[in-house]
Nanobody
Framework: QLQLVESGGGLVQPGGSLRLSCAAS????????IGWFRQAPGKEREGVSC????????VYADSVKGRFTIARDNAKSMVYLQMNSLEPEDTAVYYC???????????????????WGQGTQVTVSS
């Protein structure tokens, strides 16, 4: 049974940092593209970052470029999203998602992904 479980969310002050984790089970992570998405209250879900199966290629939304870093450890079946210089606008539920393949032409389209985690809440507030 393929499963993705996010963790690491919480409450942080503006300018602070958090590291989100996405634990994969039930499949070989090497063969899957992983994306991070987020959904703020009253807004549509948006793509944040994406990493290829072998970790060689990464993509970031303009809103997080230079602040967020995606990484993966296939041996541990883990994908991470390091979030620095957090802003109140980053407040959202964050999801990781997986799709089979080494690359995707639609890294920020949620319809391109097959498997989803349950999400973890990130709140940036003073």
């Amino acid at each position: 049974q393929l499963q993705l479980v996010e963790s690491g969310g919480g409450l942080v002050q503006p300018g602070g940092s958090l590291r989100l984790s996405c634990a994969a089970s039930g499949f070989t992570l090497d063969y899957y593209v992983i994306g991070w998405f987020r959904q703020a209250p009253g807004k549509e879900r948006e793509g944040v970052s994406c990493i290829s199966g072998n970790g060689m290629y990464t993509v970031y939304a303009d809103s997080v470029k230079g602040r967020f870093t995606i990484a993966r450890d296939n041996a541990k079946s883990m994908v991470y999203l390091q979030m620095n210089s957090l802003e109140p606008e980053d407040t959202a539920v964050y999801y990781c998602a997986a799709v089979f393949g080494q690359r995707t032409n639609y890294p920020f389209s949620d319809r391109a992904y097959t498997y989803w985690g349950q999400g973890t809440q990130v709140t940036v507030s003073s």
